[in-house]
Structure formats: structure tokens, C-alpha cells
């Protein structure tokens, strides 16, 4: 794991290792996402307050937003320091 976020309500937890994202229910222990990113590194994960998405930085500069639900990237936000 390169970096981790719990949820405000602490039923979520998101991590993120390389080339993978994952949420995990934490009372279940449930895998309820996982999503597999190629070409770059994933270095932080956040969990929006509303629990729809979760938001990775990566080794490219980008900040990308994914729709928990859907498991897909729904914005891309540019460059980062």
C-alpha cells in the first residue's frame, strides 16, 4: 500500500498500491471496488465526504477522480505538485 483513506463515517476504507485502487466495507472486510490504473504509479487516494468517489494522485502529476459505483474515471484534473 503506497497510501490509504478512511471514509468520514468510517464504513470505507481506500487504499492504493502501484497500479491498483481498492475500497474495502470495513465492518464485512468486503472488497466492494477495485480498480486496476496502467501506465503510472498511484501515490494518494481521499474518499469525498458523499462516499461517490474516490480521488488518486499519481506519478504523472494527475489528479483523476473515479465514481465508486461505477468504477470509472469520470474527470480528469491535470497536473499536481
Known amino acids: 500500500m503506497r497510501a490509504i483513506s478512511l471514509s468520514n463515517d468510517g464504513?470505507?476504507?481506500?487504499?492504493?498500491?502501484?497500479?491498483?485502487?481498492?475500497?474495502?466495507?470495513?465492518?464485512s472486510?468486503?472488497?466492494?471496488?477495485?480498480?486496476?490504473?496502467?501506465?503510472?504509479?498511484?501515490?494518494?487516494?481521499?474518499?469525498?465526504p458523499d462516499e461517490k468517489y474516490v480521488i488518486t494522485g499519481d506519478n504523472n502529476k494527475?489528479?483523476?477522480?473515479w465514481e465508486l459505483a461505477t468504477r470509472?474515471?469520470?474527470?480528469t484534473l491535470g497536473l499536481h505538485d
Open 72 to 75: 470509472s474515471l469520470v474527470k
Open 29 to 48: 472486510g468486503k472488497l466492494v471496488s477495485l480498480v486496476t490504473i496502467l501506465g503510472t504509479w498511484v501515490n494518494s487516494i481521499s474518499i469525498s
Open 62 to 65: 494527475v489528479v483523476k477522480v
Open 11 to 27: 464504513k470505507y476504507l481506500a487504499g492504493c498500491g502501484y497500479d491498483k485502487i481498492g475500497v474495502w466495507e470495513l465492518e
